[in-house]
Structures are given as structure tokens and as C-alpha cells.
């Protein structure tokens, strides 16, 4: 029981990574908001899981996060962790990507993540202290087909997350994950197009990149998330773990 008494926010909470946090965070004696911007994904996670609530955050407006944790303070009587977790991928050459489409994918993952933070920041500190993951990818790291804005987006989330952990420390620990191909919400369409309609065969194709020979499954992802925002990972602070099969080392 871990996260006994603890409160998480999670962000993209309604699928995916964040939903298996929520759903790990839960079964170890915490609380959890499940703040997504697709209410219904939100409700769906949280009627499933005691002690969890459903609330509406688009991470890209200010406004929006704010409301979304003081609905939480409200509710659960305060914030200890934070998972950054919402978002979308997008692919295509260079020369096809709008300026605006650019701006709307790091005012998604880089602003969303920077102003949760800001704004949790001082609920942690209220607290006396807490955890924070946000979310990088591998390719941060390592170049992919088509896949320079998401890319660009997850490397300010990773310099970030580095420089925060310095300005929120000693009693706020601040930390990133850089998940590989992971089976979600977000990769399960590519899996079923690159399987010709079969999910499984694509997800094989998919997992060929890494030395497991496999992608993973969201709750692999979720108890990498949930070591670094429990106090065994009490001396863990600026990091990015790397959690992706061995795809980047080969
Ligand atoms: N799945 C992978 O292979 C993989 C790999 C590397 C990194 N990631 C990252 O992990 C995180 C979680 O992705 P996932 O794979 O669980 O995807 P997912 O699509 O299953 O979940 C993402 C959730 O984020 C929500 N969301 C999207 N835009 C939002 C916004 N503006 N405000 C609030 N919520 C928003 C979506 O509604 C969705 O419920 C993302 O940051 C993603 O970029 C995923």
C-alpha cells in the first residue's frame, strides 16, 4: 500500500498509460483524479476504481488546468504526485506540417506539462512535498521516420523535467519517463493498419524494433511510473528512465 493516504493527478488518466497508473495507484491505497479532456474516457476509468474521480482538463489551457486542480483539491482535499501523461501523436514529412499544427503539439505536451507543474507546484508544497513523472518517449533520443515535432516535444519535456527538478527540490521530486512502443489508445490504430486490420500481427511488427521483441503493455509502463512516484524511489530525482525494451541501445 504505497499510496496510502497519497492523491495522484494524472493527466490523459482516461486511456492508455495514465489509465493503468490510475488503476495501479488505486489498488495501492491512494486516491486519484483522472483528468482528461475526453470526459467520457475520464468517467469510464473512474467508475471503475475506488476512490478515484473524473475530471475535464485540456492540459494545453491554463484556465482549464487550474480548474481541473482545484476541482481536485476540492474533492480529495489536496495533491501529492502528478502524472503528466496527456497527449497525441502525429506523424507526416516536415514540408506537410502547418505552423499551427507544430504550436498545438508542443502546447500540448511541453505547455500542458509546464503548466501543470505550475500550478501543482504549490499544492505539493502545501503538502509538505510529492512526486512528479512527466512524459518523454524514446524519441526523444533517437530519430524515427516523420517523427520530428512529437519528437521536439518530448525533448523539452525531458530538459524540462531536469531543470524543475532542481527549482522544486529537496521535498519535491521531479522525474520523466521515455516509454518505447507501449500497446494504448494512441498506438493501437497504427498497430491495427500496420497488421492489415489484425491488432496482434501488427503489434508483433511493431515490437520488432526493441531487444524484447515486443511492445509493451501499458502496465509495464504504469510500474516503471508508479516506483518513481512512491517513496522507493526516494533518492531519484532529475532522471529519465528509459523504459522501452532495449530499443534505444541497440
Ligand atoms: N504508447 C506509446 O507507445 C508511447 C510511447 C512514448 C510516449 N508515449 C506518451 O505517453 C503518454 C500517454 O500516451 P498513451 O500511449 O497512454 O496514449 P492514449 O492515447 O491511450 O492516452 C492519451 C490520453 O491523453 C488524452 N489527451 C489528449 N490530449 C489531451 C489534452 N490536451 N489534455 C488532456 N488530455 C489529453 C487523450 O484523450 C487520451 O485519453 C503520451 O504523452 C504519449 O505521447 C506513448
Same mark, same amino acid.
Given at each position: 500500500m504505497r499510496f496510502a493516504d497519497k492523491v495522484l493527478f494524472a493527466t490523459?488518466? %482516461?486511456?492508455?498509460i495514465a489509465a493503468s497508473v490510475a488503476r495501479r495507484f488505486t489498488a495501492e491505497g491512494g486516491r486519484v483524479?483522472?483528468?482528461?479532456?475526453d470526459e467520457v474516457r475520464a468517467k469510464a476509468v473512474a467508475a471503475d476504481l475506488a476512490g478515484a474521480i473524473a475530471v475535464v482538463c485540456d492540459v494545453a489551457d491554463e484556465a482549464s488546468v487550474q480548474a481541473a486542480l482545484q476541482a481536485t483539491v476540492d474533492r480529495l %482535499?489536496?495533491?501529492d504526485a502528478i502524472f503528466n501523461a496527456g497527449g497525441h501523436a502525429e506523424f507526416g514529412p516536415?514540408?506537410?506540417?502547418?505552423f499551427e499544427r507544430w504550436n498545438r503539439m508542443m502546447t500540448v505536451h511541453a505547455g500542458g506539462t509546464f503548466l501543470v507543474c505550475k500550478h501543482a507546484l504549490p499544492l505539493l508544497r502545501q503538502r509538505g512535498g510529492g512526486a512528479i513523472v512527466n512524459v518523454a518517449s524514446v524519441a526523444a533520443f533517437v530519430a524515427q521516420r516523420n517523427n520530428a515535432p512529437y519528437g521536439a516535444a518530448k525533448a523539452a519535456i525531458a530538459g524540462f523535467s531536469r531543470q524543475l527538478a532542481l527549482e522544486a527540490g529537496p521535498d519535491i521530486r521531479v522525474n520523466c519517463i521515455a516509454p518505447g512502443r507501449t500497446h494504448s489508445g494512441m498506438t493501437e490504430p497504427l498497430m491495427v493498419a500496420r497488421g492489415g486490420g489484425d491488432v496482434a500481427k501488427g503489434a508483433e511488427a511493431f515490437g520488432?524494433?526493441?531487444?524484447?521483441k515486443r511492445v509493451a503493455a501499458a502496465d509495464e509502463l504504469a510500474a516503471a511510473v508508479c516506483y518513481l512516484l512512491?517513496?522507493?524511489?526516494?533518492?531519484?530525482?532529475g532522471s529519465t528512465m528509459v523504459v522501452d525494451g532495449g530499443e534505444t541501445v541497440i
Open positions: 490523459g488518466g %482516461g486511456s492508455g483524479a483522472v483528468a482528461d479532456l %482535499g489536496g495533491v516536415i514540408e506537410e506540417w502547418s520488432q524494433g526493441n531487444i524484447q512512491s517513496d522507493d524511489a526516494s533518492f531519484v530525482t
